[in-house]
């Protein structure tokens, strides 16, 4: 059950990383 959390954390912040270096479009955030 934990890895499973833990997974969901790794994958939220790789997600923001890739966000973050990708080029933000003004259209997905206001």
Do not use: G, N, W
């Not at 997974?7 to 939220?12: C, D, E, G, K, Y």
């Not at 270096?21 to 997905?28: D, F, L, N």
């Amino acid at each position: 059950m934990k890895k499973i959390f833990l997974s969901v954390i790794m994958l939220t912040l790789i997600l923001t990383l890739i966000t973050s270096c990708a080029p933000k479009p003004t259209e997905e955030k206001p």
